[in-house]
C-alpha cells in the first residue's frame, strides 16, 4: 500500500524503521507529529526506542504513511515485546508457541523445543 520503498530489514526496532520511513520522504521530524498529532518530543523518543506509541498514535502514524495499519501495528507489538522480554531465557520459547499456534511452520523446519 505505501509507495515507500520496502525496508529489508525487518527486524530494525520499531523506532529506527519509522525513521528511516520519515528521513526516506525527507520529512522533517516536526511536520509528522504535527501531522499526527503527536509532540515533537514523544515521536523523537519513539524514534530513539525510549517510548512506544499508543495504539491510537500508530494507526495515525500508519495513515500518514499510508501503509497497513495492521502492519505498524504488529510491529508496535514486536517491540512491546522486544522491550519487556528480549532477554528472557524462555523468549525463545515463547515465539515457538506462538509460531506453532499461527500455524507458521511451512518449510518442514521446526526448531527443537526445550525440554521442559
Not at 66 to 76: F, G, I, P, V, Y
Request: hydrophobic share 40%; proline share 5%; aromatic share 6%.
Amino acid at each position: 500500500m505505501s509507495k515507500l520503498a520496502p525496508i529489508t530489514q525487518n527486524s530494525l526496532p520499531l523506532g529506527e524503521w519509522l525513521r528511516h520511513l520519515r528521513t526516506e520522504l525527507n520529512l522533517p521530524l516536526r511536520v509528522v507529529a504535527e501531522a499526527v498529532g503527536m509532540d515533537l518530543t514523544h515521536l523523537h523518543k519513539i524514534e530513539l526506542g525510549q517510548r512506544l506509541p499508543t495504539e491510537d498514535q500508530a494507526r495515525k502514524l500508519a495513515c500518514y504513511f499510508k501503509m497497513e495499519e495492521k502492519d505498524l501495528l504488529a510491529r508496535r507489538i514486536v517491540e512491546k515485546f522486544r522491550q519487556e522480554f528480549a532477554d528472557g531465557p524462555e523468549t525463545t520459547e515463547a515465539i515457538l508457541l506462538l509460531a506453532e499456534e499461527a500455524g507458521i511452520y511451512t518449510s518442514g523446519y521446526r526448531p527443537k523445543r526445550a525440554a521442559r
